[in-house]
């Protein structure tokens, strides 16, 4: 089973940028969708950005033309750029990896904290 490891969160003030990383145990890294999700105090789990296989991305509304995804096959490694950061950007991010086959995979990453404040 893969496992998810992130880095990268911290604080910083609005308008700054900060950059996520997420790393996949295993062999299987490529056959996965990858995504980010955050959660904040009070909120339910929110997608930010997916990367499929054939590296076909999408994001929230709120983030698009800010944020960027990207996944390197070579190294199991997916990443955020998170630039002209927002105090609604405070949250919990979490990585996710997803395959329906040819065996169902749902794995969430232990999270990492990104505050956003001057």
């Known amino acids: 089973q893969v496992q998810l490891v992130e880095s990268g969160g911290g604080l910083v003030q609005p308008g700054g940028s900060l950059r996520l990383s997420c790393a996949a145990s295993?062999?299987?890294?490529?056959?996965?969708?990858m995504g980010w999700y955050r959660q904040a105090p009070g909120k339910q789990r929110e997608v930010v950005a997916t990367?499929?296989?054939?590296?076909?991305?999408a994001y929230a509304d709120s983030v698009k033309g800010r944020f960027t995804i990207s996944r390197d096959n070579a190294k199991n490694i997916i990443s955020l750029q998170m630039n002209s950061l927002k105090p609604d950007d405070t949250a919990v991010y979490y990585c996710?990896?997803?395959?329906?086959?040819?065996?169902?995979?749902?794995?969430w990453g232990q999270g990492t904290q990104v505050t956003v404040s001057s």
């Open positions: 996710n990896a997803h395959r329906g086959f040819p065996s169902f995979v749902d794995t």
């Open positions: 990367i499929d296989r054939g590296f076909g991305t």
């Open positions: 295993g062999s299987s890294f490529s056959t996965y969708v």
